[in-house]
């Protein structure tokens, strides 16, 4: 049943396109902090797999708020590996060589996804007027900004 909620049809699928392809970043993102998780080898090991699994937990609650907000307003969410290594604007295969670097590579994720948000939220609350969704992904800014200080406190 579609919900009469106040957003225009098409607003609607604008915001789900968008909140999708955020999903597909959050999935990526997702995969390649536990693969770091399991892969990394340093001196500081045992500290870096562990935060790195505080990351990849907090990045799986943001994935599931996301996709149940695009069922909020009445679409489906993308659900198959496929499907986000297609929609995704993240991209792997970056220089993993050291902890330095796996570090750097999650940074720059991060901080990609910050900067695409931040655009969409105006784009989200004034163009489509989805305000629910505009305060939601301002709450998803602000968990990638905590991350992504984090992650830059590593590096010099
Ligand atoms: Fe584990």
Same mark, same amino acid.
């Given at each position: 049943?579609?919900?009469?909620?106040?957003?225009?049809?098409?607003?609607?699928?604008?915001?789900?396109? $968008? $909140?999708?392809?955020?999903?597909?970043?959050?999935?990526? $993102?997702?995969?390649?902090?536990?693969?770091?998780?399991?892969?990394?080898?340093a001196?500081?090991?045992l500290?870096?797999h562990?935060?790195?699994e505080?990351?990849?937990?907090?990045?799986?609650?943001?994935?599931?708020?996301?996709?149940?907000?695009?069922?909020?307003?009445?679409?489906?969410? $993308?659900?198959?590996?496929?499907?986000?290594?297609?929609a995704?604007?993240?991209?792997e295969?970056?220089?993993?060589?050291?902890?330095?670097?796996?570090?750097?590579?999650?940074?720059?994720?991060?901080?990609?996804?910050?900067?695409?948000?931040?655009?969409?939220?105006?784009?989200?609350?004034?163009?489509?007027?989805?305000?629910?969704?505009?305060?939601?992904?301002t709450?998803?800014?602000?968990d990638?900004?905590?991350?992504?200080?984090?992650?830059?406190?590593?590096?010099?």
């Amino acid at each position: 049943m579609k919900p009469n909620i106040g957003i225009a049809d098409e607003h609607a699928l604008e915001v789900a396109k $968008l $909140l999708n392809v955020l999903l597909a970043d959050e999935f990526t $993102l997702y995969a390649k902090t536990r693969n770091y998780h399991w892969n990394v080898t340093a001196p500081n090991f045992l500290e870096l797999h562990k935060f790195f699994e505080g990351q990849y937990e907090a990045l799986d609650e943001i994935m599931d708020s996301v996709a149940e907000r695009i069922r909020y307003i009445g679409h489906y969410a $993308l659900g198959s590996v496929l499907s986000f290594a297609k929609a995704t604007r993240l991209t792997e295969g970056q220089d993993e060589s050291t902890a330095t670097k796996m570090i750097a590579s999650l940074l720059d994720d991060h901080e990609t996804i910050i900067r695409q948000v931040r655009n969409e939220i105006n784009l989200v609350g004034d163009t489509y007027k989805d305000l629910g969704t505009a305060d939601f992904l301002t709450g998803v800014l602000k968990d990638h900004e905590k991350m992504a200080w984090m992650l830059r406190s590593y590096l010099a």
